[in-house]
């Protein structure tokens, strides 16, 4: 991503400060790798807490050894299909762009397949038809937005509003009720004691971090960073902003399946406000708002905290709204620490530049 | 450069082809043929107040919220006043919120119709909407969620929430007497926490628990969709592994919340749902779920406010009654629904 090492500098440049450039080189943890790998550490330590909250609030529950395994499954499931959207939208963030309307395209897709004359071809239809539904308008956010010049924020407002109008319209504002048994099984099934849709959610996150990490398209996904480097770096950004925004798409068409399997149901006003579930566990998992920068890994453990907190307000009998304050402090530390850290990095340049000149 | 064009424009064609195919196939799909249910109507008989008289003009608003409830309600409205010849019903969309709805429904005051039927999204919010009417010598019939300001609506009809909480802590505290357990462990699956009918709800629940002894163990608040019902019923049953009873609030989310029964296999306790869908009382019927009754809240309310608007706007009153005019206010009771009354319900269930 950012492969600007100052190690190339000093040849030109006095050797004002050796011993910070002999310092960034020096390891790794404290490079460019090792603050995500710190970040981590953190939401770990964050997690840990939160489960000895648990641990001390309700002893009774965590001493069944049984219970707590159920529990952790259960907190995985919770997080799986906000996890999987929330890998779309890591995305679309580093990208330099915001999905505003993944909670819409889930509902679209979750009607789109649960419509009668969808459930009469069976599973396959209806998969076909959630993940074809989702893709398509993904490929409708990502051409409004890379061929149409709109910003993001509007196209996708623009699309939440659409697509939840238009999944009101299919449905006839009616819950649909999944009769189909493979759909439904896709919730209440377990393979080794462990649910598939755990597996799932585990399966798109390795596709994501490979496909992040691993690939071409993605060591270019920063492009959100600075797009006029990338273009002239010989990207294809306009290309390359339409798949991420197809990429977010195809999550929520598989998020849509999920969740209808969850609910053996789906309506025009499901996944409510899923665009701020995602979009804050990508915050809180270390991913810039300005784009650029973000982990996969860091997305996943922000859900898996945000779902952490609601099991733990459940097995409390807290209410609903103590939870949401709790979810927005934690949401304004984590734009805090990366106010912080980003304040540092803009003071590190300035200093790089300092010297050369 | 020309082979290479070439074969781009060959992938455009089958990248293109596949994508119309795939649209074709999935527009295919939203045909969405079901059975409809029938409206809550009361056919009109001959006779006495049925008999046509002066026409009148209703103007409607209800949100347009995605919620089987709602969608009821609207279309009850205009199935009752498509069976009286002397009524034009005037709907408006409502929009997604009070300040829509206020927006809509001035253009609906500006086209002066004769009574003005109104579901609001927030009695309290719409309150001066009421007045402004009632003012223009409009009369207002407020359905189910009240006005505060009694000038503001010449009639209002509405479910008993309270009543509903009443009707299923009854029904749950009896049952458990009967069955003997001690101690009982009650959870509580609420509907959207911050609406007063909410409140209401979950008011007369505990009151009535209280009476007997009992108290909610664990209460969790959802958001009438069933997605939401699945979730908050997944917390439940994480903080209390023994339940013996369970009410939730409405039965749109209960199918999200039988769901979660099923995935998580429990079925040691009994549930009591809220305002009467179809399939509920199809559930409590067949008794092969965990579901065992529900306490109604039904939509026909729509098809008998019209009925009213109707019979306020001919100033006639009801022939039951002895007085002129229509009462003021009207509150439903909540019937408790159970396998051996289900199915005479089962063509008010929506």
């Given at each position: 991503?950012?492969?600007?090492?100052?190690?190339?500098?000093?040849?030109?440049?006095?050797?004002?400060?050796?011993?910070?450039?002999?310092?960034?080189?020096?390891?790794?943890?404290?490079?460019?790798?090792?603050?995500?790998?710190?970040?981590?550490?953190?939401?770990?330590?964050?997690?840990?807490?939160?489960?000895?909250?648990?641990?001390?609030?309700?002893?009774?529950?965590?001493?069944?050894?049984?219970?707590?395994?159920?529990?952790?499954?259960?907190?995985?499931?919770?997080?799986?299909?906000?996890?999987?959207?929330?890998?779309?939208?890591?995305?679309?963030?580093?990208?330099?762009?915001?999905?505003?309307?993944?909670?819409?395209?889930?509902?679209?897709?979750?009607?789109?397949?649960?419509?009668?004359?969808?459930?009469?071809?069976?599973?396959?239809?209806?998969?076909?038809?959630?993940?074809?539904?989702?893709?398509?308008?993904?490929?409708?956010?990502?051409?409004?937005?890379?061929?149409?010049?709109?910003?993001?924020?509007?196209?996708?407002?623009?699309?939440?509003?659409?697509?939840?109008?238009?999944?009101?319209?299919?449905?006839?504002?009616?819950?649909?009720?999944?009769?189909?048994?493979?759909?439904?099984?896709?919730?209440?099934?377990?393979?080794?004691?462990?649910?598939?849709?755990?597996?799932?959610?585990?399966?798109?996150?390795?596709?994501?971090?490979?496909?992040?990490?691993?690939?071409?398209?993605?060591?270019?996904?920063?492009?959100?960073?600075?797009?006029?480097?990338?273009?002239?770096?010989?990207?294809?950004?306009?290309?390359?902003?339409?798949?991420?925004?197809?990429?977010?798409?195809?999550?929520?068409?598989?998020?849509?399946?999920?969740?209808?399997?969850?609910?053996?149901?789906?309506?025009?006003?499901?996944?409510?406000?899923?665009?701020?579930?995602?979009?804050?566990?990508?915050?809180?998992?270390?991913?810039?708002?300005?784009?650029?920068?973000?982990?996969?890994?860091?997305?996943?453990?922000?859900?898996?905290?945000?779902?952490?907190?609601?099991?733990?307000?459940?097995?409390?009998?807290?209410?609903?709204?103590?939870?949401?304050?709790?979810?927005?402090?934690?949401?304004?530390?984590?734009?805090?620490?990366?106010?912080?850290?980003?304040?540092?990095?803009?003071?590190?340049?300035?200093?790089?530049?300092?010297?050369?000149? | 450069?020309?082979?290479?064009?070439?074969?781009?424009?060959?992938?455009?064609?089958?990248?293109?082809?596949?994508?119309?195919?795939?649209?074709?196939?999935?527009?295919?799909?939203?045909?969405?043929?079901?059975?409809?249910?029938?409206?809550?109507?009361?056919?009109?008989?001959?006779?006495?107040?049925?008999?046509?008289?002066?026409?009148?003009?209703?103007?409607?608003?209800?949100?347009?919220?995605?919620?089987?409830?709602?969608?009821?309600?609207?279309?009850?409205?205009?199935?009752?006043?498509?069976?009286?010849?002397?009524?034009?019903?005037?709907?408006?969309?409502?929009?997604?919120?009070?300040?829509?709805?206020?927006?809509?429904?001035?253009?609906?005051?500006?086209?002066?119709?004769?009574?003005?039927?109104?579901?609001?999204?927030?009695g309290?919010?719409l309150n001066a909407f009421g007045l402004e009417a009632m003012?223009?010598?409009?009369?207002v019939?407020n359905?189910?969620?009240a006005f505060p300001d009694a000038k503001a609506y010449r009639?209002q009809?509405?479910?008993?929430?309270?009543?509903?909480?009443?009707?299923?802590?009854?029904?749950?505290?009896?049952?458990?007497?009967?069955?003997?357990?001690?101690?009982?462990?009650?959870?509580?699956?609420?509907?959207?926490?911050?609406?007063?009918?909410?409140?209401?709800?979950?008011?007369?629940?505990?009151?009535?628990?209280?009476?007997?002894?009992?108290?909610?163990?664990?209460?969790?608040?959802?958001?009438?969709?069933?997605?939401?019902?699945?979730?908050?019923?997944?917390?439940?049953?994480?903080?209390?592994?023994?339940?013996?009873?369970?009410?939730?609030?409405?039965?749109?989310?209960?199918?999200?919340?039988?769901?979660?029964?099923?995935?998580?296999?429990?079925?040691?306790?009994?549930?009591?749902?809220?305002?009467?869908?179809?399939?509920?009382?199809?559930?409590?019927?067949?008794?092969?779920?965990?579901?065992?009754?529900?306490?109604?809240?039904?939509?026909?309310?729509?098809?008998?406010?019209?009925?009213?608007?109707?019979?306020?706007?001919?100033?006639?009153?009801?022939?039951?009654?002895?007085?002129?005019?229509?009462?003021?206010?009207?509150?439903?009771?909540?019937?408790?629904?159970?396998?051996?009354?289900?199915?005479?319900?089962?063509?008010?269930?929506?």
């Amino acid at each position: 991503m950012t492969e600007t090492t100052p190690t190339t500098l000093p040849a030109q440049s006095p050797p004002a400060d050796p011993a910070g450039t002999a310092k960034a080189r020096l390891s790794w943890w404290r490079g460019d790798g090792g603050e995500g790998a710190k970040r981590n550490l953190g939401l770990l330590a964050t997690l840990a807490v939160l489960v000895v909250i648990g641990v001390l609030t309700r002893p009774d529950l965590y001493g069944d050894a049984s219970w707590v395994w159920g529990n952790t499954l259960t907190i995985l499931k919770l997080a799986s299909v906000v996890g999987v959207v929330t890998v779309g939208m890591t995305f679309v963030i580093i990208g330099g762009g915001i999905d505003l309307s993944v909670g819409a395209i889930v509902a679209l897709a979750g009607v789109w397949c649960t419509t009668v004359a969808t459930q009469s071809y069976g599973a396959g239809g209806m998969i076909f038809s959630a993940l074809t539904v989702g893709l398509a308008v993904g490929v409708v956010n990502g051409l409004l937005i890379s061929y149409g010049r709109l910003v993001p924020f509007i196209a996708t407002l623009a699309m939440m509003v659409a697509a939840r109008g238009l999944a009101a319209e299919i449905s006839d504002k009616q819950t649909q009720v999944s009769n189909n048994q493979f759909i439904n099984g896709i919730a209440s099934t377990d393979v080794l004691g462990i649910p598939l849709l755990v597996y799932i959610l585990a399966a798109v996150v390795l596709a994501g971090w490979v496909l992040l990490n691993r690939t071409t398209f993605g060591r270019t996904v920063a492009v959100g960073g600075n797009p006029e480097a990338a273009r002239l770096a010989g990207i294809n950004v306009r290309r390359h902003t339409l798949l991420l925004y197809a990429l977010s798409g195809l999550c929520c068409g598989i998020a849509a399946i999920m969740l209808t399997a969850q609910a053996t149901s789906a309506q025009a006003a499901m996944a409510n406000l899923y665009e701020l579930d995602a979009i804050a566990a990508a915050i809180i998992g270390g991913t810039l708002l300005s784009g650029g920068r973000g982990t996969i890994i860091g997305s996943l453990l922000g859900v898996v905290i945000f779902s952490t907190i609601t099991n733990l307000f459940a097995i409390n009998g807290l209410s609903t709204e103590a939870q949401n304050m709790v979810k927005g402090g934690i949401i304004v530390a984590a734009v805090l620490v990366q106010q912080v850290q980003f304040g540092s990095l803009t003071q590190f340049l300035a200093r790089n530049r300092a010297t050369t000149t | 450069m020309t082979t290479q064009g070439r074969d781009l424009s060959r992938r455009r064609l089958l990248f293109g082809g596949a994508a119309l195919g795939a649209g074709a196939l999935l527009a295919g799909c939203t045909s969405n043929e079901q059975a409809p249910t029938a409206a809550q109507t009361k056919a009109a008989a001959t006779g006495g107040n049925n008999e046509p008289g002066k026409k009148v003009t209703i103007g409607f608003s209800a949100p347009a919220a995605d919620h089987g409830w709602i969608a009821a309600i609207t279309n009850n409205a205009k199935a009752q006043a498509g069976a009286y010849p002397d009524v034009e019903l005037k709907s408006v969309e409502a929009g997604a919120d009070a300040a829509a709805q206020r927006a809509a429904l001035s253009t609906l005051l500006s086209q002066k119709p004769d009574v003005i039927v109104l579901l609001p999204h927030d009695g309290k919010e719409l309150n001066a909407f009421g007045l402004e009417a009632m003012k223009a010598g409009i009369p207002v019939v407020n359905l189910d969620r009240a006005f505060p300001d009694a000038k503001a609506y010449r009639l209002q009809i509405k479910g008993d929430n309270y009543g509903m909480g009443v009707a299923a802590a009854t029904f749950i505290a009896e049952q458990l007497k009967a069955k003997g357990v001690s101690n009982p462990v009650i959870g509580e699956i609420a509907g959207i926490d911050s609406l007063e009918l909410t409140q209401e709800r979950s008011k007369g629940f505990a009151d009535t628990l209280a009476q007997y002894g009992l108290k909610v163990a664990n209460r969790r608040a959802a958001e009438f969709t069933a997605d939401s019902g699945q979730q908050a019923a997944t917390g439940l049953f994480q903080a209390l592994p023994r339940i013996d009873a369970v009410w939730n609030h409405d039965d749109d989310q209960g199918i999200g919340v039988l769901a979660a029964v099923n995935q998580a296999n429990r079925k040691e306790f009994l549930m009591v749902g809220g305002a009467g869908s179809k399939k509920a009382m199809e559930d409590i019927k067949a008794d092969n779920t965990v579901l065992k009754a529900t306490v109604t809240y039904s939509p026909s309310m729509a098809s008998s406010a019209i009925s009213l608007a109707r019979l306020i706007g001919q100033g006639k009153g009801m022939s039951d009654l002895v007085e002129l005019q229509v009462p003021k206010e009207i509150v439903l009771a909540s019937e408790t629904i159970t396998k051996e009354n289900a199915s005479d319900y089962l063509k008010l269930g929506f």
